[in-house]
Nanobody, 122 residues
């Protein structure tokens, strides 16, 4: 069983930055690929970024590529999402998830955190 807890969300002005963290309570964190997803009110959950077990492979949604960076620290059982140049359309609840591969489809992730709210004002 993997428990995931996100933190770092908040309110930021357009053009600003936030760093989200996702702490995992599992002994074998390095076994799992990790992903970030987001869901805005009235919209479907969408893929944001994913990182391989070692951190050597990453994948990003086109809408965030060049602005967001996913990384992980296996010694700290934590995955991060650095978000720069934020836009109002980035406003959503951001959730991290764990799987056995780098996937873009949410149903391929087995474990989910509760999410953290990110609000970007214009």
């Amino acid at each position: 069983q993997v428990q995931l807890v996100e933190s770092g969300g908040g309110l930021v002005q357009a053009g600003g930055s936030l760093r989200l963290s996702c702490a995992a309570s599992v002994r074998t964190f390095s076994y799992y690929a990790m992903g970030w997803f987001r869901q805005a009110p009235g919209k479907e959950r969408e893929f944001v970024a994913a990182i391989s077990q070692s951190g050597g492979i990453t994948n990003y949604a086109a809408s965030v590529k060049g602005r967001f960076t996913i990384s992980r620290d296996n010694a700290k059982n934590t995955v991060y999402l650095q978000m720069n140049s934020l836009k109002p359309e980035d406003t959503a609840v951001y959730s991290c998830a764990a799987s056995n591969g780098i996937y873009v489809r949410s149903w391929e992730y087995n474990y989910w955190g509760q999410g953290t709210q990110v609000t970007v004002s214009s």
